[in-house]
């Protein structure tokens, strides 16, 4: 069965720390994996898309990676701010054309 | 100013009654799509649509029933068949709904509550 789990379900950290959330999927066939960010009562929004053969890719103070043997992602968020506060969840394309499998997502807080 | 605009924010809906939800979009993309977000799940596809006057059942489409007579409007309605409707609605598009890249857009989302 296609599967995106995410960890942690939540995390609480102090504005100006690093913190690393964590991906693993067992969809298959996979074709690619975004992030995305999701204020509170908001919609989405893309931070970064992986495809098969990238291992990092980094958006300002995001950095994804994805080792696709292993089928795990990461994202690692530097010197947070309190604006970071937010969802954020791990997507996974598969074979088919509309095929997206979603993670339930990590809830951060930054506290000041 | 583009983008996508779903409306209301917040909507109430009395058991029985049959509701919809609107989706507009600016971005003249071809593809739309509804999503329902409940609390501790991953996003779950309602319905889709590729083209005007196409559009496909996703995996919960039970309840649900929409149209695309225009490239710019995807409405949803939630009828009175869906007997768990309490839930955030989310639409997006996307300029094509082939493509490993097509990135989707989204909208604010809808809260919808059963009272």
């Known amino acids: 069965k296609n599967q995106v789990e995410q960890s942690p379900q939540s995390l609480i950290i102090l504005e100006g720390k690093n913190c690393t959330l964590q991906?693993?999927?067992?969809?298959?066939?996979?074709?690619?994996l975004r992030w995305y960010k999701q204020d509170t009562g908001r919609g989405p929004v893309s931070l970064t898309i992986?495809?098969?053969s990238e291992n990092t890719k980094s958006n300002g103070r995001y950095t994804a990676t994805l080792d696709a043997d292993t089928k795990q992602s990461s994202l690692h968020i530097t010197a947070s701010q309190l604006s970071d506060s937010a969802s954020y969840i791990c997507?996974?394309?598969?074979?088919?054309?509309?095929?997206?499998?979603w993670g339930a997502g990590t809830k951060l807080i930054i506290k000041p | 100013d583009g983008g996508i605009t779903q409306s209301p924010k917040y909507l109430f809906r009395k058991e029985g009654q049959n509701v919809t939800l609107s989706c507009e979009q600016n971005?003249?993309?071809?593809?739309m799509y509804w999503y329902r977000q409940d609390p501790g799940q991953g996003l779950r596809l309602i319905y889709y649509?590729?083209?005007?006057?196409?559009?496909q059942k996703g995996d919960i489409a039970e309840g649900y029933s929409v149209s695309r007579e225009k490239k710019e409007s995807f409405p949803l309605t939630v009828t009175s068949a869906q007997k768990n409707p309490t839930a955030f609605y989310l639409c997006?598009?996307?300029?094509?709904?082939?493509?490993?890249?097509?990135?989707?857009?989204f909208g604010q989302g809808t809260r919808l509550t059963v009272v």
């Open positions: 997006a598009s996307s300029l094509r709904l082939t493509g490993p890249n097509t990135e989707a857009f």
């Open positions: 971005l003249n993309h071809d593809a």
């Open positions: 649509s590729q083209i005007v006057n196409d559009f």
């Open positions: 991906c693993n999927y067992t969809v298959s066939p996979f074709s690619n």
């Open positions: 992986m495809t098969f």
């Open positions: 997507v996974v394309r598969g074979d088919s054309n509309y095929q997206l499998i």
